[in-house]
Every structure is written in structure tokens, then in C-alpha cells.
């Protein structure tokens, strides 16, 4: 079965940090660029980071320096290292495939003290 699927949320203080992992199956994880998107209640789902087939990775202004992505093309697995984590980072957060159309489940993250 293709698919995506998000583990590792939950509630933190703010300030606090959390990693997300989404691990794909079904599918050759390592040639596709991935992408984490994050949607907040009431907003549209809007984009935090990427990273390429060869791992070079972008963010979105809200996640430089706070935000780390990575993955581990051996266990099928895209991370999300989050740090100094704010209220406004509270989101349902999504890892994506563009070249697949192939969105996870999403897992909430909720900072609040």
C-alpha cells in the first residue's frame, strides 16, 4: 500500500522542542523530493520545509533556524526536528510527495503551556 504516515506529535510549552517523523511505504521513498505542511485551525495548509532526493533541504521563513528536516532513505523515514517551538506553531502537520500526490494522515501539535 502507498502511503505516508506521521508519528510524533503532541502537546509542548512553549519553548519546547518535538520531532516528527512520517514514514512512507509502498513506494521508492529515496528518488522523491518530500515536503512537511502544517495547517492551523481556521488557515490554510501552508508549506514549512522540504527536502530533495539528495537531501538538500528549504524552509519557509516561520521554520528557519527553528525547524530542521531530514530523513533516513535506508528506514523509509522523513523527520522533523523542531525547536523553540511557539503558540503559532500549533498545527496539524502533513509530510507530503508532490510527484505522487501522496499526503499522510498529519499529526497535531499543540504548544501551549
Known amino acids: 500500500q502507498v502511503q505516508l504516515v506521521e508519528s510524533g506529535g503532541g502537546l509542548v510549552q512553549p519553548g519546547g522542542s518535538l520531532t516528527l517523523s512520517c514514514v512512507a511505504s509502498g513506494f521508492t521513498f529515496s528518488i522523491y523530493p518530500i515536503r512537511w505542511y502544517r495547517q492551523a485551525p481556521g488557515k490554510e495548509r501552508e508549506w514549512v520545509a522540504t527536502?530533495?532526493?539528495?537531501?538538500?533541504?528549504n524552509y519557509a521563513d516561520s521554520a528557519k533556524g527553528r525547524f530542521t528536516i531530514s530523513r533516513d532513505n535506508a528506514k523509509n523515514t522523513l523527520y522533523l526536528q523542531m525547536s523553540s517551538l511557539k503558540p503559532e506553531d500549533t498545527a496539524v502537520y502533513y509530510c507530503y510527495c508532490n510527484d505522487l500526490g501522496l499526503w499522510g494522515q498529519g499529526t497535531q501539535v499543540t504548544v501551549s503551556s
Open positions: 527536502i530533495t532526493s539528495a537531501g538538500t533541504t
